[in-house]
């Protein structure tokens, strides 16, 4: 430890024992929050992602909606000079694209990225305290807790939901949503040979589209509820939020251990 | 098998000319999708090939399937392929009937034994034994089996056979059930629609017996060659589509122009069949030709995807006049009051821990 410092290290006092044990903090991110109380959590790609794939959903959730509830006819020119309907597929499809890149590339950072980057994909589930500390976020929200708890990375109820309905609903919409394309681009090219395979596993176009439809409102279902839990907790809990997935940075309100 | 006659003799014995006989061959040609250097080579196969026989039995059905067979487009093509399968055995169209017709239907199955190809129209019912299809006094799913045994091919004509039909909706008391859920050691090739169009129909089995192969299958066991596009990509209307015009109601003036039929529940953007190229009726129209919609009757559980004029697929299991965007709606709208309540409470908890904290301090 350097010679001048605004914080002492207080290296005896246990911090954050509930988040060392779910496998949320690492040794560094004790260090960092005894030295500074904050700690770089979110490196710039996953907050890049973030952003981008935020944007992307609005956008497929929009388009999406029209796809399936086309906007009332407009008459602007001939139907040749006329292409409505199209550039709202059209935003769609490209929307989609750069939500499975981005998707794909949010992987990959997974491997390379830090500790924080890998728990959108895996659920600690065979920690037993990282269960209780699942039932202590729900009391939290039940209002059965007085004070929440501090963590580096999400707690692990946001952890739960991020995995079910973005790991798991980006997957299966990027599945679904690619084989719908494939149907457009044709039998035998690219992205049938790649996603074909999908339609008859739900019988056919229409129970996919269905299912694909189905799976905009669990994704807005969870935009809900994101937005408003990330904004309570930025007011409620001990640690910063909002800001946290701009710089990426956390900072904690009080400076007791747990 | 010297002693069967080539398609050519049939022909010919038949009163069909040489110079008719090579039209066929290049009308059959067009009709495959194969180049015109194919031309001799069917002719070829035809005038050397013993024909293949071809039994065709019915199930629970509506017989519409045959109805759309017997008015192919083209009235030669109709009648060549008619004379080709010759009805060996067809209980519907031979001349044979009771004890005579089934001893003609064990007579082919003998003579031809794994060279004959069977033609299924309808689906047999499963329930209470197969009762609910009785023919020649036995449950049909056992003449179905009987007669697949040694046949070299199936062909499931139609919906209910590819699939299973009105017959099978839910709750389908019956338990039809489509054939390949029956018949599972042959080859099948479905040939779905309600009825499958005339000329995909002889455009199948015409290519079976002159090429003595299948033809090539997507993913569902459908022909490629009429089956791997959607109404929706050759449709006329589809700049329309494309332009975002659309009729939104019936006999509105959109409709008098001829707009889209996307909202008012057009499955051609999910349905896979050569409707929108081969037309119906020698070629002369098709539903969304004469202002209708598709109801995509070439597609598995049609007939359970709720209303004909829906875009968005009716959800029975929600309750009768659901579907995902009122079942998502309501959904999203209980999260959003239960986060607007939790927002309040919250709100109320934290201010009530300020005074307390005050309170405190004094
Ligand atoms: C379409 C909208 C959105 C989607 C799909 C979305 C999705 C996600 C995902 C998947 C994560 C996990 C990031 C990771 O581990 O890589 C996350 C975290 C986060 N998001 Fe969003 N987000 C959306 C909108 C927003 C908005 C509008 C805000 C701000 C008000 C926000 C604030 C946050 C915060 C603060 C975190 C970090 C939570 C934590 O620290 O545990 N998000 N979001
Ligand atoms: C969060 C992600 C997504 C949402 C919320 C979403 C939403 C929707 C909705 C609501 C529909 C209309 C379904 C209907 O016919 O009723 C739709 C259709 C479609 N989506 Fe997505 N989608 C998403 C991702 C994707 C992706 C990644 C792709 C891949 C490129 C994609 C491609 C398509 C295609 C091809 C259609 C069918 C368009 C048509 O039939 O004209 N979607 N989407
Ligand atoms: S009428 Fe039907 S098949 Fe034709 S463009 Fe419109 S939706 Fe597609
Ligand atoms: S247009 Fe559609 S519903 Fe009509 S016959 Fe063709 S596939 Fe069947």
Same mark, same amino acid.
């Given at each position: 430890?350097?010679?001048?410092?605004?914080?002492?290290?207080?290296p +005896?006092?246990?911090i954050?024992?509930?988040?060392?044990?779910?496998? %949320?903090?690492?040794?560094?991110?004790?260090?960092s929050?005894?030295?500074?109380?904050s700690?770089? !959590?979110?490196?710039?790609?996953?907050?890049?992602?973030?952003?981008?794939?935020?944007?992307?959903?609005?956008?497929?959730?929009?388009?999406?909606?029209?796809i399936?509830?086309?906007?009332?006819?407009?008459?602007?020119a001939?139907? =040749?000079?006329?292409? !409505?309907?199209?550039?709202?597929?059209?935003?769609?499809?490209?929307?989609?694209?750069?939500?499975?890149?981005?998707?794909?590339g949010?992987?990959?950072?997974?491997?390379?990225?830090? /500790?924080?980057?890998?728990?959108?994909?895996?659920?600690?589930?065979?920690n037993?305290?990282? #269960?209780?500390?699942?039932?202590? *976020?729900?009391?939290?929200?039940?209002?059965?807790?007085?004070?929440?708890?501090?963590?580096v990375?999400h707690?692990?109820?946001?952890?739960?939901?991020?995995?079910?309905?973005? =790991?798991?609903?980006?997957?299966?919409?990027i599945?679904?949503g690619?084989?719908l394309? $494939?149907?457009?681009?044709?039998?035998?090219?690219?992205?049938d040979?790649?996603?074909?395979?999908?339609?008859?596993?739900f019988?056919?176009?229409?129970?996919?589209?269905?299912?694909?439809?189905?799976?905009? #409102?669990?994704? !807005?279902i969870?935009?809900?509820? /994101?937005?408003y839990?990330?904004?309570r907790? %930025?007011i409620?809990?001990?640690?910063?939020?909002? $800001?946290?997935?701009?710089?990426?940075?956390?900072t904690?309100?009080?400076?007791?251990?747990e | 098998?010297?002693?069967?006659?080539t398609?050519?003799?049939?022909?010919?014995?038949?009163?069909i000319t040489?110079?008719?006989?090579?039209?066929?061959?290049?009308?059959?040609?067009a009709?495959?999708?194969?180049?015109?250097?194919?031309?001799?080579?069917?002719?070829?196969?035809?005038? =050397?090939?013993p024909?293949?026989?071809?039994?065709?039995?019915h199930?629970?059905?509506?017989?519409?399937?045959?109805?759309?067979?017997?008015?192919?487009?083209?009235?030669?093509?109709?009648d060549?392929?008619? $004379?080709?399968?010759?009805?060996?055995?067809?209980?519907?169209?031979?001349?044979?009937?009771g004890?005579?017709a089934?001893?003609?239907?064990?007579?082919?199955i003998? &003579?031809? &034994?794994?060279?004959?190809?069977?033609? !299924?129209?309808?689906?047999?019912?499963?329930n209470?034994d197969?009762?609910?299809?009785?023919?020649?006094?036995?449950?049909?799913?056992?003449?179905?089996?009987?007669?697949?045994?040694?046949?070299?091919?199936?062909?499931? #004509?139609?919906?209910?056979?590819?699939?299973?039909?009105?017959q099978?909706?839910?709750?389908?008391?019956?338990?039809?059930?489509?054939? /390949?859920?029956?018949?599972t %050691?042959?080859?099948?090739?479905?040939?779905?629609?309600?009825p499958?169009?005339?000329?995909?129909?002889?455009g199948?089995?015409?290519?079976?017996?002159?090429?003595?192969?299948?033809?090539?299958?997507?993913?569902?066991g459908?022909?490629?060659?009429?089956?791997?596009?959607?109404?929706h990509?050759?449709?006329?209307?589809?700049?329309?589509f494309?332009a975002?015009?659309?009729?939104?109601?019936?006999?509105?003036?959109?409709?008098?122009?001829?707009?889209?039929?996307?909202?008012?529940g057009?499955?051609?953007?999910?349905?896979?069949?050569?409707?929108?190229?081969?037309?119906?009726?020698?070629?002369?129209?098709?539903?969304?030709?004469?202002?209708?919609?598709?109801?995509g009757?070439? *597609? +598995?559980?049609?007939?359970?995807?709720? $209303?004909f004029?829906?875009?968005?697929? %009716?959800?029975?299991?929600?309750?009768v006049?659901?579907?995902?965007?009122?079942?998502g709606?309501?959904?999203?709208?209980?999260?959003?009051?239960?986060?607007a309540?939790?927002?309040?409470?919250?709100?109320l908890?934290s201010?009530?821990?300020?005074?307390?904290s005050? &309170?405190?301090?004094?």
């Amino acid at each position: 430890m350097s010679e001048k410092s605004i914080h002492e290290a207080n290296p +005896d006092v246990e911090i954050l024992k509930a988040a060392t044990l779910t496998g %949320d903090a690492t040794a560094e991110d004790l260090d960092s929050i005894r030295r500074r109380t904050s700690v770089y !959590v979110y490196e710039t790609p996953v907050r890049l992602w973030h952003w981008i794939n935020a944007l992307a959903i609005l956008v497929l959730c929009g388009t999406g909606w029209f796809i399936g509830n086309p906007p009332p006819s407009m008459q602007i020119a001939e139907a =040749t000079h006329q292409f !409505v309907f199209g550039y709202i597929r059209f935003a769609h499809f490209a929307a989609g694209m750069i939500l499975t890149v981005g998707f794909l590339g949010r992987i990959y950072w997974a491997f390379v990225g830090n /500790h924080h980057a890998k728990q959108l994909f895996i659920l600690p589930v065979w920690n037993k305290h990282w #269960w209780s500390e699942v039932f202590f *976020e729900l009391r939290w929200y039940l209002f059965l807790e007085k004070e929440p708890k501090k963590y580096v990375g999400h707690n692990p109820l946001a952890q739960a939901a991020m995995f079910f309905f973005m =790991t798991l609903g980006i997957t299966f919409m990027i599945v679904t949503g690619l084989a719908l394309y $494939s149907e457009g681009a044709g039998q035998g090219g690219f992205w049938d040979s790649l996603f074909g395979w999908v339609i008859p596993l739900f019988g056919n176009s229409q129970a996919l589209h269905s299912i694909h439809h189905l799976g905009m #409102w669990a994704i !807005v279902i969870f935009m809900i509820i /994101h937005i408003y839990a990330a904004i309570r907790e %930025d007011i409620m809990s001990r640690q910063s939020m909002v $800001s946290t997935m701009i710089s990426g940075t956390r900072t904690f309100k009080d400076d007791r251990p747990e | 098998m010297s002693q069967i006659e080539t398609f050519y003799d049939v022909m010919r014995r038949q009163g069909i000319t040489r110079r008719s006989f090579m039209k066929y061959c290049s009308l059959t040609a067009a009709a495959l999708g194969l180049s015109p250097a194919y031309v001799p080579k069917i002719a070829h196969a035809m005038e =050397t090939k013993p024909r293949t026989p071809v039994i065709w039995v019915h199930g629970l059905e509506c017989t519409c399937c045959s109805e759309s067979f017997i008015r192919s487009a083209h009235p030669l093509a109709k009648d060549v392929v008619l $004379s080709m399968i010759s009805l060996d055995y067809d209980d519907t169209l031979m001349a044979a009937a009771g004890h005579q017709a089934e001893a003609a239907l064990q007579d082919t199955i003998e &003579k031809y &034994k794994g060279n004959y190809i069977l033609a !299924v129209e309808g689906n047999p019912p499963l329930n209470e034994d197969g009762m609910f299809c009785i023919v020649g006094g036995k449950p049909f799913v056992e003449q179905l089996k009987h007669a697949a045994e040694h046949a070299k091919a199936v062909i499931s #004509w139609g919906a209910c056979a590819s699939y299973g039909c009105v017959q099978a909706a839910k709750p389908n008391p019956t338990r039809a059930t489509p054939v /390949h859920k029956v018949i599972t %050691d042959k080859p099948i090739i479905k040939v779905p629609g309600c009825p499958p169009i005339a000329e995909v129909m002889t455009g199948v089995i015409t290519y079976m017996l002159t090429f003595d192969r299948l033809p090539e299958l997507d993913r569902q066991g459908r022909p490629a060659m009429f089956y791997s596009q959607r109404i929706h990509d050759k449709c006329y209307r589809r700049p329309h589509f494309d332009a975002g015009q659309f009729v939104e109601a019936w006999d509105d003036e959109n409709a008098r122009k001829g707009y889209c039929l996307y909202k008012m529940g057009c499955k051609g953007p999910t349905t896979y069949n050569a409707c929108s190229t081969v037309r119906w009726n020698e070629g002369v129209s098709f539903p969304i030709q004469s202002g209708h919609g598709c109801i995509g009757c070439s *597609e +598995d559980g049609f007939w359970d995807h709720g $209303s004909f004029y829906n875009r968005v697929t %009716d959800l029975t299991q929600f309750g009768v006049e659901s579907n995902a965007d009122k079942v998502g709606l309501a959904a999203a709208g209980v999260v959003g009051a239960g986060v607007a309540a939790h927002a309040a409470i919250s709100a109320l908890k934290s201010a009530q821990k300020k005074t307390q904290s005050s &309170k405190e301090e004094v």
